[in-house]
Structure formats: C-alpha cells, structure tokens
Antibody, heavy 118, light 112 residues
Framework: EVQLVESGGDLVQPGGSLRLSCAASGFTFSSLWMHWVRQAPGKGLVWVSHINTDGSITNYADSVKGRFTISRDNAKNMLYLQMNSLRAEDTAVYYC???????????WGQGTMVTVSS | DIVMTQSPLSLPVTLGQPASISCRSSQSLAYSDGNTYLSWYQQRPGQSPRRLIYKVSNRDSGVPDRFSGSGSGTDFTLKISRVEAEDVGIYYCMQGKQWPPWTFGQGTKVEI
C-alpha cells in the first residue's frame, strides 16, 4: 500500500524539543523531494520545510529557520523533522507530504499533532 | 514570496448545482519551461489534504471529472460541475513556481 505514516507528535513545554518521523511505503521514496506542512487548529496549510532526494538541499520557512532540521534516510524510507526551541505558535498538525507540482503522483500522511504548552 | 489569495473563503452550495472557487497569485505562475505550477487540494473534514489538480488543469487519478481547473498567469479557477455531498470540505490552491516558500491560499470552505 502506498502510504506515509507520521509519528512522534506529543505535548511538549515551550522551549522543548521533539522529533517527528514519517515512514514511507509502497513507492520509491528516494526519488521524491519531501516536505513538512503544518496546520494550526482551525487554520490553513502552511509549508514548513523541504528536502531534496539525497538530502543535500534543505529549505525552511522563516518562522522555523534555525530551530527545525529536516533529514531523511533513504535506506530506511524515513523522513524526519527535529524541532527545537518549540513555541506555542508551533502547535499544529504536522503532515509529511511529497507536494509534487509537476507530475501525476502526490501523497500526504495522516498527520501527527504537536502541542506546545506549559 | 508569492502570495496566493482565494475567494470566496466560504461557499454555501446546493447539491447538484455548480460551484466555483477563485485563486489569484501575486505574480505570474508561468514558468520558463512553458508550464504553470498551480495545484488544487481538497481537505475533507477530519482528513489530510489530497491533491485534485496539478499544473492548472490536470486531474489526479481517481478524481471525479466533475472537478476541473482552469486559468493562466495569475488567475485560476476550480469548478465543480455538480456538487455532491462528499465534496464538502476546504479547498486550497498552492503555487510551485517560485520556492521557497511553497505557498497556499487561505482555503475555501465548501458547505451544503
């Protein structure tokens, strides 16, 4: 089955850290750029971070630059997001997604909830 | 950054009737390769988003043909020819021409 499955979401205190994981299966993970997209409660979709196929190029939204780190392990078909210095405004459902814009295949995970609160 | 603006933000619809959502970009989404990188996503209540349309008018596999996309440059439209109950949800446009960042519209809530 073609799927992305996120995990690692939790309740964390402001200033804390969390590592999200995304397991890919059913498709050639190593051939796709991958992204993290978040959605605060009742709000819209916001792009967070991108990584190219071999992990040599990464991009971040200004709101998370310097605090979040995206990485991937193509041997394990895994995508990660290390989140440090978390703030209340980082509270959201975090989706891993391919965000393909050029071709017929696109896939999103079911999301994992991150709550930053004391 | 390219800003994506959708209208309306809320769209009451009648089953069996057509519906239309507009998306405007702050810059042309036409790329030097001749393509225009505008996608549409549907997010049903309680579900993750799924892509409906890519490159303005290309429907994804499994997407009913009552959904169609059109437009060029900075003005784009998603049309539903005859709304069905399963079409309730929030629809987002997204640009993939100039990045980072990849940017979404605010979303349009479609409700019966």
């Amino acid at each position: 089955e073609v799927q992305l499955v996120e995990s690692g979401g939790d309740l964390v205190q402001p200033g804390g850290s969390l590592r999200l994981s995304c397991a890919a299966s059913g498709f050639t993970f190593s051939s796709l750029w991958m992204h993290w997209v978040r959605q605060a409660p009742g709000k819209g979709l916001v792009w967070v971070s991108h990584i190219n196929t071999d992990g040599s190029i990464t991009n971040y939204a200004d709101s998370v630059k310097g605090r979040f780190t995206i990485s991937r392990d193509n041997a394990k078909n895994m995508l990660y997001l290390q989140m440090n210095s978390l703030r209340a405004e980082d509270t959201a459902v975090y989706y891993c997604a391919s965000l393909v814009t050029r071709g017929p295949f696109d896939i999103w995970g079911q999301g994992t909830m991150v709550t930053v609160s004391s | 950054d390219i800003v994506m603006t959708q209208s309306p933000l809320s769209l009451p619809v009648t089953l069996g009737q057509p519906a239309s959502i507009s998306c405007r970009s702050s810059q042309s989404l036409a790329y030097s390769d001749g393509n225009t990188y505008l996608s549409w996503y549907q997010q049903r209540p309680g579900q993750s988003p799924r892509r409906l349309i890519y490159k303005v008018s290309n429907r994804d596999s499994g997407v009913p043909d009552r959904f169609s996309g059109s437009g060029s440059g900075t003005d784009f439209t998603l049309k539903i020819s005859r709304v069905e109950a399963e079409d309730v949800g929030i629809y987002y446009c997204m640009q993939g021409k100039q990045w980072p960042p990849w940017t979404f519209g605010q979303g349009t809530k479609v409700e019966i």
